[in-house]
């Protein structure tokens, strides 16, 4: 929130006087150089039919998405010298062992250098002996029963694979049972529900599509793809197109394992939710809740929090990023929503203002890394998340799994060991959306 009004001229002339300090956030947008991807597709077993209709599909997307797209089956392209020529590597459907060991070395090296990867179907069916790859990839195949429809459930919808797929996706494809669970490991984008067709192993949790942080570098695996159909799909297509842009690092995501949340606000129900003051959100069909009016408080009324970690997803939609919200912690229950400013502390997410009251700040208490918080921001129009960690008197932010923000509270009268949450709505021209609330509650610090 801002404590006065937009004054918007006054706070654009303020903060070109004060220089690069209080520059606002500037959200990423591609721009040249365009980023080059690599598409591999050796095979040294199984060779699906549908390769070709994936290089032209991956290739069109580079025209669409701006980037650039080099083809090959030659695995002598794996040297240290010319992988760097690349931010991410696709493996399409490979399978066996495709490269030898100097060419493996350069890959891994590759990867350990902020290198990307992206695994498309067969790339789990690939290089079995090589515990590097493995790990990369998230998980092994296993086996497969016949290519039928099957209920995807989507279980991330900020991150750019999965942000633009309804909660659950009707598809058919040729559903790969994996030699392990990479849920501990990765973040589980996307997974099966195994009620919905015949033949899954996994006992009822059994991922399809995953992002992780892996030694360095980014991986996404989605297990679609075997189909020449699959690459038609304009669904699927952006599925894959979304996978390779966090891959090559245009887009930011949260890959960090997820387990142990509930959810508080799931897209369907605001049970327990009360709106305190004016203005209020819509709940949209696609389960998003975003403001309008102001300036008001939708809270979370049925309990209160002590040890915690809150995630939520929000998106801005004005272009300029000056989109005034926030996410409220640690306050008492009111009717009155500035019980939440007085008594709490507020998250902001308005992009444009000074640094100690911009995106990640603890609003007008502590400024966000700046550095690290405009290299993790995604651009309005995309969806951001937060982990909010609160432990004793101790409040830590998280964007995009990137940490940009570390207080600690020192005033009783706003202690966090006990409080509410809260998503704002500010004014009539700020549209600020919100969905996926979840929380995993911590054990509780001694006092």
């Given at each position: 929130m801002r404590s006065t009004g937009r004054l918007a001229t006054a706070v654009?002339?303020?903060?070109?006087?004060?220089?690069?300090?209080?520059?606002?956030?500037?959200?990423?947008?591609?721009?040249?150089?365009?980023?080059?991807?690599?598409?591999?597709?050796?095979?040294?077993?199984?060779?699906?039919?549908?390769?070709?209709?994936?290089?032209?599909?991956?290739?069109?997307?580079?025209?669409?998405?701006?980037?650039?797209?080099?083809?090959?089956?030659?695995?002598?392209?794996?040297?240290?010298?010319?992988?760097?020529?690349?931010?991410?590597?696709?493996?399409?459907?490979?399978?066996?062992?495709?490269?030898?060991?100097?060419?493996?070395?350069?890959?891994?090296?590759?990867?350990?250098?902020?290198?990307?990867?992206?695994?498309?179907?067969?790339?789990?069916?690939?290089?079995?002996?090589?515990e590097f790859y493995g790990g990369l990839a998230g998980a092994y195949f296993h086996s497969?029963?016949?290519?039928?429809?099957?209920?995807?459930?989507?279980?991330?919808?900020?991150?750019?694979?999965t942000s633009a797929l309804a909660r659950t996706w009707p598809r058919t494809d040729e559903w790969y049972n994996y030699r392990s669970n990479p849920r501990e490991r990765a973040h589980v984008l996307a997974s099966l529900d195994e009620s919905s067709y015949t033949g899954g192993t996994m006992d009822g949790d059994h991922p399809i599509a995953w992002c992780q942080n892996y030694r360095g570098g980014r991986a996404f695996y989605t297990g679609g793809g075997h189909t020449k159909e699959s690459f038609a799909d304009p669904a699927f297509r952006r599925h894959l197109a979304g996978g390779i842009l966090y891959a090559v690092g245009r887009i930011h995501a949260d890959c960090r394992p997820e387990t142990g949340y509930r959810p508080l606000f799931d897209g369907t129900s605001l049970d327990g939710w009360r709106q305190a003051g004016p203005g209020s959100f819509t709940l949209d069909d696609d389960g998003t809740l975003t403001s309008s009016g102001g300036m008001g408080l939708l809270w979370y009324a049925a309990s209160g929090f002590s040890s915690y970690s809150l995630k939520l997803d929000w998106r801005m939609s004005s272009a300029s990023g000056d989109d005034n919200s926030g996410v409220f912690v640690g306050f008492p229950p009111s009717e009155d929503p500035w019980s939440a400013v007085h008594n709490g502390y507020e998250i902001q997410i308005d992009a444009t203002d000074v640094p100690e009251k911009t995106t990640g700040s603890v609003y007008g208490f502590r400024s966000a890394d700046l550095a690290k918080r405009d290299r993790a921001l995604n651009p309005p129009g995309e969806w951001n998340t937060y982990e909010i960690r609160v432990e004793g008197e101790r409040l830590r932010v998280w964007l995009n799994g990137v940490k940009i923000n570390d207080f600690t509270n020192t005033d009783p009268a706003r202690s966090l060991r006990d409080g509410h949450l809260g998503l704002q709505n500010h004014g009539a021209d700020d549209r600020v959306s919100f969905r996926d609330v979840r929380i995993k509650e911590l054990p509780v610090q001694g006092h």
């Open positions: 654009a002339g303020a903060a070109l006087l004060l220089g690069s300090l209080c520059q606002p956030a500037v959200p990423h947008s591609p721009s040249p150089p365009r980023e080059r991807v690599l598409v591999f597709s050796k095979t040294a077993g199984f060779r699906h039919d549908s390769i070709p209709d994936g290089v032209a599909a991956l290739r069109q997307l580079g025209r669409t998405d701006g980037f650039t797209v080099d083809a090959t089956e030659d695995a002598r392209a794996f040297t240290p010298s010319n992988l760097r020529r690349y931010d991410a590597v696709v493996f399409l459907s490979t399978t066996g062992d495709v490269l030898d060991a100097p060419q493996q070395r350069a890959f891994e090296e590759y990867i350990r250098h902020g290198g990307g990867y992206v695994g498309v179907h067969a790339a789990a069916d690939t290089e079995y002996d090589w497969h029963p016949a290519i039928q429809p099957a209920t995807v459930v989507v279980e991330d919808r900020a991150h750019p694979a």
